[in-house]
């Protein structure tokens, strides 16, 4: 408060009709403190963020006193109009963090307010897990540059923009390159020089038993193809292995495929990279289903569906290159691998697109 440091005990009694005048013996301002000691019958001008005099123990603000017209008397005075109990409008050493506290735990994402405690605990630097670097590579011949009109038997590549969304949802800094032709030799380079300055690989597309299908062979060639094939529906033919230390993620070409693969797998790793929580960043609510959904035991079914806020409706589309189904969906539906489907009328947890 801006106001008059006093001893509160004083003030007791105080009021507009019988004030206590006290004698003005200095300031205190912030930065520049008053060198003195309070003694009985004294006050001291204080202005906010100024350090408390010696022998005071409260503040009166402002608006509780008033000048004596003291002019020519060469010392100045001042009523207090309002009561003010000791400790009050004073702030502490320890009152915001006391010795001890943590006050910013390992593993959590900083926010403004905390690099303004920081400073106040004097770091002008702390440490941080640093964002992990992500290439993604885009293979395909029949794929233009994102956001083509299709020409012939080409298309636009529909990946690379979906991927850049999730990596930077995910934390991670992503450079794409790509449409690459599916030529073994250029792939392999652009592979080496990828693992060479990245975090993480992506490679899009190319990743089955195809003649075209490079990256399986390329990844095992220059380091290690740890897993290659899960049960899953869509995006069985994901992969996964290591260039050096480098982790290769190998996410199919279909685009459905292409997102499942990379929020069940890769995603996870980056934000773990990262120091995020590895748990999805969806929401998930309960409903009813409103048909049945069919599986096969041995292998998770990633159903798309809408959710209108108690029943929850299979979209019938469920095509792996079919992406509108997931921006027609309002979230997904992953059926079990020990299920061979889901009966109309059952509780099931969906996992929704939208985070608000």
């Given at each position: 408060m801006d106001g008059f440091a006093v001893r509160g005990e004083e003030t007791f009694g105080?009021?507009?009709?019988?004030?206590?005048?006290?004698?003005?013996?200095?300031a205190s301002r912030p930065g520049i403190g008053f060198l003195g000691h309070l003694g009985p019958g004294e006050a001291v001008f204080v202005a906010t963020g100024a350090p408390l005099p010696s022998g005071a123990d409260a503040v009166v603000p402002v608006e509780a006193s008033r000048p004596v017209d003291a002019a020519?008397?060469?010392?100045?005075?001042?009523?207090?109009?309002?009561?003010?109990?000791?400790?009050?409008?004073?702030?502490?050493?320890?009152?915001?963090?006391?010795?001890?506290?943590?006050?910013?735990?390992?593993?959590?994402?900083?926010?403004?307010?905390?690099?303004?405690?920081?400073?106040?605990?004097?770091?002008?630097?702390?440490?941080v897990v640093r964002r992990p670097t992500v290439t993604l590579?885009?293979?395909?011949?029949?794929?233009?540059p994102a956001g083509s009109i299709s020409d012939g038997f080409r298309i636009a590549d529909?990946?690379?923009?979906?991927?850049?969304?999730?990596?930077?949802?995910?934390?991670?800094?992503?450079?794409?390159?790509?449409?690459?032709?599916?030529?073994?030799?250029?792939?392999?380079?652009?592979l080496?020089?990828?693992?060479?300055?990245?975090?993480?690989?992506?490679?899009?597309?190319?990743?089955?038993?195809?003649?075209?299908?490079?990256?399986?062979?390329?990844?095992?060639?220059?380091?290690?193809?740890?897993?290659?094939?899960?049960a899953l529906r869509p995006a069985s033919p994901f992969g996964v292995g290591r260039v050096g230390d480098v982790p290769v993620f190998l996410l199919p070409g279909n685009p459905v495929s292409c997102l499942c693969a990379y929020d069940l797998f890769a995603g996870r790793a980056?934000?773990?990279?990262?120091?995020?929580?590895?748990?999805w960043p969806y929401r998930s609510v309960e409903g009813i289903l409103a048909a049945k959904l069919v599986s096969s035991l041995g292998r998770v079914d990633?159903?798309?569906?809408?959710?209108?806020?108690?029943?929850?409706?299979?979209?019938?589309?469920?095509?792996a290159s079919i992406l509108s189904s997931t921006t027609r969906a309002d979230g997904f539906v992953l059926v079990p691998a020990d299920s061979e489907g889901l009966a109309a009328g059952s509780l099931v947890k969906v996992w929704l697109y939208d985070r608000d």
């Open positions: 105080a009021d507009l009709y019988s004030p206590m005048v006290l004698r003005v013996v200095g020519g008397l060469g010392d100045p005075r001042v009523e207090i109009t309002e009561p003010i109990s000791p400790g009050r409008h004073v702030g502490r050493c320890g009152e915001d963090l006391r010795e001890g506290t943590v006050a910013l735990a390992a593993g959590r994402r900083l926010r403004p307010q905390d690099l303004g405690l920081a400073s106040a605990l004097g770091l002008s630097r702390i440490p590579l885009v293979t395909g011949d029949e794929l233009l529909m990946n690379s923009p979906m991927i850049a969304a999730l990596v930077a949802r995910d934390g991670g800094i992503l450079t794409t390159d790509g449409p690459l032709p599916d030529d073994r030799d250029s792939l392999r380079n652009r080496v020089e990828a693992a060479s300055t990245s975090d993480f690989v992506l490679i899009s597309g190319g990743s089955s038993t195809g003649p075209e299908d490079h990256a399986p062979g390329l990844v095992a060639e220059l380091g290690s193809l740890d897993h290659h094939g899960v980056i934000r773990a990279a990262g120091g995020l929580r590895t748990e990633y159903t798309r569906v809408r959710y209108d806020g108690r029943e929850v409706e299979p979209l019938a589309t469920s095509g």
